[in-house]
């Protein structure tokens, strides 16, 4: 991504810090400020990065059709990637796609998973995450 790149605010920011504070409670150790605001940068740029491919991508192919395959954090909520993305090109239409398991499963309490995105899929947790022949 071209510099200087937006970096994580508001809830998306506290989902990112929220992260970094879950993992080092396995640890005892809560992560310094630093260890916060680099954590906050890299993903920011993580997510700039992929932002400004799809862009570019657009500019050079405006009638095609980008599918992004990404990690939940990395759109869920619109946040992060879809965020910047629409910061490089604000009339782009996004939709994203959710999936992910929960034991709730088959009983899935939607309202729960509502604004994770605009079509959401919900598996079994107790299926293998792998296929073995």
Same mark, same amino acid.
């Given at each position: 991504a071209p510099l200087p790149y937006d970096t994580a605010s508001g809830k998306y920011h506290e989902k990112l810090v929220g992260l970094f504070d879950q993992g080092s409670s396995k640890k005892k150790k809560q #992560? %310094? @400020?630093g260890e916060s605001f680099s954590l $906050? @940068?890299?993903q920011s740029l993580w997510d700039a990065t992929m932002a +400004? %491919? =799809?862009h570019e991508y657009f500019e050079k192919n405006p009638t095609n059709k980008v599918f992004q395959v990404n990690g939940r954090f990395h759109s869920d909520e619109h946040f992060a990637v879809v965020t910047q993305l /629409? /910061?490089?090109n604000p009339k782009l239409r996004v939709? $994203? =796609?959710s999936s992910g398991s929960d034991e %709730? +499963? #088959?009983n899935v309490d939607w309202k729960k998973f509502e604004n994770q995105g605009d079509y959401i899929i919900i598996t079994d947790p107790k299926v293998p995450k792998t296929y073995k022949d």
């Open positions: #992560p %310094s @400020m $906050v @940068m890299a +400004f %491919s =799809i /629409k /910061k490089y939709l $994203v =796609i %709730s +499963f #088959p």
